[in-house]
């Protein structure tokens, strides 16, 4: 059986054998929604690679008691891979940090590209990194993840060529790039950026600026897919290919 997760900041980190008391959003959750009983598995962790499994020991009106079995500390894969993801119209972008979360990313990048009908501008920035921020936790939590992806600062296309070098790898998804997805070397540290852009597509100069900068333009299969989906495609296919799936 698949234990519920719930997320909680676990300071101290607790020791087997110890009592918690999850509280907050978190507890009234497991205790309205969830519907936890006595004696009942659950995980608990704090976003950060801390795992509690135990067992709830006592449920109040919004409050859980649990007493930690096991005290897990995790580490993040590597090479890690992070999201850069373009702001684009509806919620496709958002789309794309809930299953990318769901696929194993250890952050993401809101890129405001040049063709991106989206923009966060003055308090929208604020605004929009604490949105997808919330969603990247909740699907963190849904899939049962120890680490919840960081939402940077939004930046720039200048401002993410200028953080190229500080990846081991730039994958730049294009339809018309000779290299395809499944061939690129891949590093076995670091990060690996997956460069995904609006729906309007990534502009010729900015192509360039990436390439010039040290990014690879790789292809995925021969259909077009939106931002929604082709990083999400990407994603997979690397999980895959680092051995991970």
Known sequence: MVLPLFQHDLKPVPSPGDTIILDGTEGKHAVTVRRMRVGEGIQLSNGLGIR????????????LQVVANEVITEELPQPGIVLVQALAKGDRDEMAVQAGTELGISGVIPWQADRSISRWDGPKVAKGVARWQLIANEAAKQALRAFNPQV?????SKQLVQQVPNFAAVLVLDPTAEVAITTVALPVEGQIAVVVGPEGGIDDHELQQLESAGAIRVRLGDSILRTSTAGLAAISVL???LGRW
């Open 52 to 63: 509690v499994v135990g067992q709830v020991s006592a449920v109040l009106a919004s409050t």
């Open 152 to 156: 940077a600062q939004p930046v720039t």
């Open 239 to 241: 999980e895959s290919r």
